[in-house]
């Protein structure tokens, strides 16, 4: 107790060199303090920036890589007029794939459209409204011999080679598929993704779109051909003839299908649309689910190559492509010069801690050696070398307490004006005092306290009193 009083009271006899050893460390703990404050805010900024802004990208053709594997066939006409034929067949994407790639650290969230006929027992199709001796055929429910005799073709393979029909993948879709379907089940998870409502074709007009699983809007025709109202529940099965089961849905909302109004045949399969959510479609089983549109959303434009990389990784067939539909400009102007503010400040953290600590040593040696007289009258007193680098130490500490208080109130009155006038007013980013610039701070004078006490007990420890006192002169 005795060496902490006495201490104190030397802080006070010299009180100005222990001023100006407190002044410099709180100006380098204060330059620490703030500039790390700076370095974290900035993160926090450039993670609120990840946060908010999204890079939408959807899997394509690879164009360039198809047109060099399966080069156009070029065939002079008679007329002397050029043709141009490119024949290739890739794999579809199927509605599971496209969950599979959804499941990746690199995505932030996706959207979906996607869609497949349905068939009700209690429902029927709105007439077609062809042009008068036209007539609408559906193949869906036919068998081979009645599509091959529709055509006019006598084999299976001469069907195909035609290319009517699509490939045999499609013939048996068709050949599997229930007779009576009479509509078309639509799951979407924004509706901005819908260009049939997106682009002023259809519009609401009474009830509200599907908010929950299980609820459907249909248009006005279908309503009023099949005498439904907002709701009616009515209960579907899906186009396979082994999709046995049926789901239940709930009419919230009855739409216009004003683009439709403008087209001159085949209404009837527009006026069948059945829109709901896409949980409910993807949950319901059904066989058939026809992808329209996945977006895929990234959190970071440079993620699109590493995404792309992983989707082959899981199968995509190298064919396709990840197309990123929206520029990342805005994300490089927002974020940029943030990350170079926070490079700096993290520089200058590093740059005033090792400048403050040169200086405190420095400082700390031409202490030492103006008090070597007063430190060899203590030992010859009969102080112990220990008290006395005891002493000292503690006179350390006191200042670099000191100082990390004043560091820490000056921290708190600066930060948010300087994080504004070097950030600009951020939105949502805290700009006060971050708690971890608080502890560097504390750890930082810590370590002053350490390396300059370590210094005052080797000074101490290393002469003999009355060599001190001879040094006077």
């Known amino acids: 107790m005795y060496i902490l009083k006495n201490a104190i009271k030397n802080l006070g006899r010299n009180k100005g060199r222990s001023f100006m050893v407190m002044i410099i460390a709180a100006l380098t703990l204060t330059s620490v303090i703030l500039s790390f404050s700076i370095k974290t805010i900035s993160d926090l900024a450039v993670a609120r920036c990840q946060e908010r802004f999204f890079v939408e990208a959807t899997i394509d053709y690879d164009w360039e890589k198809l047109e060099k594997d399966f080069p156009p066939k070029i065939t002079e006409n008679k007329d002397g007029s050029i043709t ?3 024949s290739f067949e890739l794999p579809e994407i199927s509605l599971e794939d496209y969950l599979k790639y959804a499941d990746s650290k690199y995505v932030k969230g996706a959207q979906y459209y996607a869609a497949c006929n349905f068939a009700c027992d209690t429902l029927t199709r709105v007439p077609d409204n062809t042009r008068e001796g036209e007539e609408w055929v559906s193949l869906e429910g036919m068998t081979l011999d009645e599509i091959m005799i529709y055509f006019g073709i006598s084999t299976k393979e001469e069907l195909l080679d035609s290319g009517i029909i699509g ?10 598929s229930k007779g009576d379907l009479v509509g078309s089940l639509i799951g979407y998870t924004d509706l901005s993704i819908v260009d049939d409502f997106t682009d002023n074709g259809n519009k609401l007009e009474s ?8 609820e459907c809007i249909v248009s006005s025709k279908y309503a009023e051909h099949n005498k439904l109202n907002i709701g009616d529940t009515i209960s579907i099965s899906g186009p396979s003839k082994s999709d046995t089961k049926t789901m239940s849905l709930t009419i919230t909302g009855i739409y216009a299908a004003h683009r439709a109004e403008a087209n001159a045949e085949t209404l009837g399969d527009v006026y069948g649309h059945v829109y709901t959510t896409f949980n ?7 066989h ?14 440079e993620d699109a190559e590493l995404f792309e990389k992983e989707l082959h990784e899981k199968g995509l067939n190298k064919y396709y492509v990840l197309s990123v539909s929206n520029s990342s400009d805005e994300y490089i102007k927002n974020t940029e010069p943030l990350k170079n503010i926070s490079h700096i400040a ?3 953290t590093l740059a005033a801690g090792l400048i403050g600590a040169g200086m405190l040593l420095f400082v700390s040696f031409f202490n030492i050696r103006e008090r070597r007289y007063e430190v060899g009258v203590l030992k010859a007193m009969g102080m112990k070398k220990t008290g006395v680098a005891r002493g000292m130490v503690y006179e350390t500490l006191i200042i670099m307490f000191l100082s990390f208080i004043f560091s820490v109130l000056l921290g708190l009155f600066l930060t948010k004006p300087i994080a504004v006038a070097l950030l600009g007013d951020l939105t949502g980013v805290n700009l006060l005092l ?6 560097l701070g504390a750890a930082m004078a810590f370590l002053f306290s ?3 006490g370590l210094y005052c007990v080797f000074a101490v420890m290393r002469h003999e009193p009355m060599r001190m006192l001879a040094e006077r002169n």
Do not use: C
């Open 84 to 86: 141009q034929e490119s």
């Open 167 to 176: 490939n045999e993948d499609e013939l048996q879709r068709i050949l599997d």
């Open 207 to 214: 009830g509200h779109f599907p908010e929950k699983d299980n």
């Open 280 to 286: 409910t479609l993807k949950n319901s089983g059904f």
């Open 288 to 301: 058939y689910i026809w992808v329209g549109t996945v977006v895929y959303q990234l959190g970071n434009p």
């Open 346 to 348: 993290e520089m200058f």
């Open 434 to 439: 971050p708690p971890a610039a608080i502890l």
């Open 450 to 452: 350490v390396l300059a």
